[in-house]
């Protein structure tokens, strides 16, 4: 608790997400290291099938694992994100966006290649460093409320 607040979840950032996507070890540090600063807390990891290694070792170790993906990122096929390199890893436009989130909340991402990818989603992240977040959240929040997907802070309900 600083500054009146009190941490809600845990997510890795960056490099240290896409490792504990990737590696059991790494994923398994950060979900020990969440459980002794405070086993309440939520574990935010990727959704679909890449994510399991995160998931299963929140899980193991008893915390509450968030199912994260990312409206405003390109996935490959095998359910990564695109890299920030290639030319179309970054969604700018709203109206995409926001259909991308949609289509989340019902069970699925498209791919770069057209591959429809299932995923199981509770949580979006828009990257704060794309042009317009805030407008792109605004446009994620129309769009989920008008076809009646509740939005919620993460642990309520």
Same mark, same amino acid.
């Given at each position: 608790?600083?500054? !009146?607040?009190?941490?809600?979840?845990?997510?890795?950032?960056?490099?240290?997400?896409?490792?504990?996507?990737?590696?059991?070890?790494? &994923?398994?540090?950060?979900?020990?290291?969440?459980?002794?600063?405070? =086993?309440?807390?939520?574990?935010?990891?990727?959704?679909?099938?890449?994510?399991?290694?995160?998931?299963?070792? $929140?899980?193991?170790?008893?915390?509450?694992?968030?199912?994260?993906?990312? =409206?405003?990122?390109?996935?490959?096929?095998?359910?990564?994100?695109?890299?920030?390199?290639?030319? !179309?890893?970054?969604?700018?436009?709203?109206?995409?966006?926001?259909?991308?989130?949609?289509?989340?909340?019902?069970?699925?991402?498209?791919?770069?290649?057209?591959?429809?990818?299932?995923?199981?989603?509770?949580?979006?992240?828009?990257?704060?460093?794309?042009?317009? &977040?805030?407008?792109?959240?605004?446009?994620?929040?129309?769009?989920?409320?008008?076809?009646?997907?509740?939005?919620?802070?993460? $642990?309520?309900?």
């Amino acid at each position: 608790n600083v500054h !009146g607040t009190k941490l809600s979840h845990v997510k890795p950032h960056g490099a240290l997400y896409l490792e504990a996507v990737e590696n059991q070890i790494t &994923a398994k540090a950060i979900a020990k290291g969440i459980m002794s600063l405070d =086993p309440d807390l939520y574990f935010v990891a990727l959704a679909g099938k890449k994510g399991a290694t995160m998931r299963r070792m $929140g899980e193991q170790l008893g915390l509450k694992v968030v199912y994260e993906a990312f =409206p405003d990122r390109a996935y490959t096929p095998e359910g990564t994100l695109v890299s920030r390199k290639q030319p !179309g890893a970054v969604i700018s436009d709203p109206d995409e966006v926001a259909k991308r989130a949609l289509d989340m909340a019902k069970g699925f991402v498209t791919a770069v290649d057209g591959t429809k990818i299932e995923l199981f989603v509770q949580t979006l992240c828009v990257h704060g460093d794309n042009i317009g &977040a805030v407008n792109l959240v605004k446009n994620i929040r129309q769009m989920l409320e008008a076809n009646d997907i509740k939005v919620k802070p993460m $642990g309520k309900g």
